[in-house]
């Protein structure tokens, strides 16, 4: 495939997603990457929204030691657009922001959303974007879970590895991916499929036993030994377990963060089309949305307007869990029970 070729077939992909995002005439675009990293990206998403009659600003930040996506998972919520004011600003007056950089759980995301941008977040490789493309029917089922956990006032998940663990809800943001995004200030991640909440201050308490097999972000791992995390009061008082179990205390401790031990987001996987797999480029983005799986965070909240800005963040999705909110089934051992969130039959 020549150069050429390459790029349109980018451009021509992002310019589908940005149809979903309502870009077009009258819209305020803003590409926004740092240094040399993910230029490409830029070129292809200017010339889509520009295709698509847009007004449009490819803004590069300089790069000041920039760290690579997988680097900024690691240390989440922390980037060099804040040591730029006026380029805030710029991203603070557009419509939508096309984020190349990976912003997410920062201060400078927040202030964009609360200013009406709305933000789209792309740096997954080409492959994984294609394949997790956002397709008719996922939004409708994201948003139905959403709606659950929005009425919710309890969620339980347990499995056979010994996980027992119940979270109180209510009155937190509810995070619905489904890859796009065309409200105001709204942020979206290509690629999505999940819904997740935050529970209520001190409001969990249990156990969860990850199994082998189970996936650590962001070190892309996938666990060999089961690992313990005892839960009191939203907190994680103790991680019991072998090998996996002290490499895991040892990150968490390496940021010497109290913070870090906080009980995050809460939710499940609806996308279909994701693969249970560690291997594949990016930042994981399968495994979190994997169709059926039960997501476990622990560490910041500032993405449900929580002040938890801790850079240590733990997403562990779990498969054959089964999970409940208030007394509906929702996964019975990694399987979607309600109709209305099932995928499609192909």
């Not at 997603?17 to 990457?33: A, D, M, S």
């Not at 929580?306 to 733990?314: F, I, K, P, V």
């Not at 054959?320 to 996964?331: R, S």
Request: glycine share 10%.
């Amino acid at each position: 495939m020549t150069q050429a070729k390459a790029d349109d077939a980018l451009v021509n992909l992002f310019r589908g997603n940005f149809e979903r995002c309502k870009i077009g005439p009258g819209q305020r675009v803003v590409v926004l990457t740092e240094g040399d990293q993910l230029r490409d990206y830029a070129a292809a998403s200017v010339a889509a929204a520009t295709a698509l009659g847009a007004q449009v600003e490819d803004l590069n930040i300089p790069a000041e030691g920039a760290a690579d996506t997988n680097a900024r998972m690691a240390n989440i919520g922390q980037n060099n657009l804040s040591k730029h004011p006026a380029a805030i600003e710029k991203c603070k007056a557009a419509d939508i922001v096309i984020d190349h950089m990976l912003l997410l759980f920062s201060p400078e995301q927040i202030a964009m959303q609360e200013a009406g941008t709305r933000i789209l977040l792309i740096v997954e490789p080409i492959e994984i974007l294609q394949r997790l493309e956002p397709q008719d029917g996922l939004r409708t089922r994201v948003e139905a879970g959403a709606r659950r956990l929005a009425t919710g006032r309890t969620l339980r998940f347990v499995n056979s590895a010994g996980t027992d663990v119940t979270y109180k809800l209510g009155g937190r943001s509810i995070l619905d991916e489904y890859g796009y995004t065309d409200q105001p200030g709204r942020w979206d991640h290509w690629p999505g499929g999940f819904v997740a909440t935050m529970p209520v201050p001190e409001g969990v308490n249990g156990r969860v036993v990850m199994a082998a097999g189970d996936i650590v972000f962001p070190q892309k791992e996938a666990l060999k030994t089961p690992v313990e995390f005892v839960i009191e009061n939203g907190w994680v008082t103790a991680i019991h377990g072998t090998e996996d179990a002290a490499a895991l205390r040892e990150f968490m401790e390496s940021y010497d963060d109290p913070r870090a031990y906080a009980v995050s987001h809460i939710g499940w996987g609806l996308n279909e089309r994701c693969e249970w797999n560690v291997d594949l480029p990016g930042i994981g983005m399968d495994g979190r949305a994997y169709c059926g799986n039960v997501l476990f965070s622990l560490g910041p909240d500032t993405e449900f307007g929580g002040d938890n800005d801790t850079a240590c963040h733990l997403d562990l999705p779990m498969r054959d869990c089964t999970l409940w909110v208030d007394d509906e089934l929702i996964v019975d051992n990694g399987k979607i029970v309600p109709r209305d969130l099932q995928p499609v039959a192909a």
